[in-house]
């Protein structure tokens, strides 16, 4: 089934996240507000060359 792979990798993404499904989940302008919050700190991951 193509919609079992989505679905799960969601579902994963939530727990990773601690999303439960009654949470609100962020817009793209705050999630975009925190990367660039967080580019250039130690928090931001670092490209291995």
Known sequence: ????????????????????????VPDSKAV???RDAIKGTSLWPRRSS
Do not use: C, H
């Open 1 to 24: 089934m193509k919609a079992v792979y989505p679905i799960r990798d969601q579902f994963n993404f939530m727990r990773f996240s601690g999303l439960q499904l009654e949470d609100q």
């Open 32 to 34: 975009w507000t925190f």
